[in-house]
């Protein structure tokens, strides 16, 4: 089996500050994802990016950059953080295909104070 | 665009009742690809059934669920809560062969003693 680390698991930054988030996977996926998770409003989708040099934009990209450095890692910054922002941002992967199993890494927990 | 609905926020049960959650989607292709992801408390969301083939019963861990595609719904069951089946509960579609995947906004389930 594999496995999806996402650093750091907690987060905390200023207003204005510009933050990344990191996400690795063994699993040898070609396709990666970025959602965040608030309450009541599911998993929205941020970026993806289906093969290594690849990189779509999702639903909620505004205020996102994401990059794709190689075929196991994924990152996701945050241009500029909003003021009491709290949110969970989780990176997923899978095989490429129709009927293929997202798996999730474990979050980053994101506080703006 | 496509779209998963799911109409409870909260569904709260006492053990050994039935459990329903809905899912209704919308997509304009023919053949889409459905899936129920849970996530229990300080976990990941994980794959627990999927189903492309209507009206075929998908089981799993004693869920299931069956595409209709003539209601385009994709209801969870299972014929008894059990406490450890408190969880967040979402639906997802994925329209086309390579298309993205949609989450709906998740179904809290609680189950009481």
């Known amino acids: 089996g594999g496995i999806i680390t996402q650093t750091p698991k907690f987060l905390i930054g200023q207003e204005g500050q510009k933050l990344t988030l990191k996400c690795q996977q063994n699993?040898?996926?070609?396709?990666m994802y970025w959602y965040r998770q608030d309450s009541g409003k599911g998993l929205r989708l941020i970026y993806y990016?289906?093969?290594?040099?690849?990189?779509q934009k999702g639903d909620l990209s505004e205020g996102y950059d994401a990059s794709r450095e190689k075929k196991s890692s994924f990152s996701l910054t945050v241009t500029s953080a909003q003021k009491n922002e709290m949110a969970v941002f989780l990176c997923?992967?899978?095989?490429?295909?129709?009927?293929?199993?997202?798996?999730f890494g474990s979050g980053t927990r994101l506080t703006v104070l | 665009g496509d779209s998963v609905t799911q109409t409870e926020g909260l569904v709260t049960l006492t053990e050994g009742l039935p459990v329903m959650l809905n899912c209704t989607y919308q997509?304009?292709?023919?053949?889409?690809?459905l899936f129920w992801y849970v996530q229990h408390l300080n976990e990941s969301p994980r794959l627990l059934l999927k189903?492309?083939?209507?009206?075929k019963r998908t089981e799993h861990q004693g869920f299931h669920a069956t595409l209709h595609k003539s209601s385009s719904s994709f209801h969870l069951q299972k014929s008894s809560a059990q406490l450890s089946d408190s969880a967040l509960y979402y639906c997802?579609?994925?329209?086309?062969?390579?298309?993205?995947?949609?989450f709906g906004a998740g179904t809290q389930l609680i189950v009481i003693p």
């Open positions: 997923a992967s899978s095989i490429r295909g129709s009927a293929e199993t997202l798996y």
């Open positions: 699993f040898n996926h070609d396709t």
């Open positions: 990016s289906i093969t290594e040099n690849d990189l």
């Open positions: 997509t304009i292709y023919s053949n889409p690809f």
């Open positions: 189903s492309f083939t209507d009206n």
């Open positions: 997802a579609l994925r329209g086309s062969a390579l298309g993205r995947l949609h």
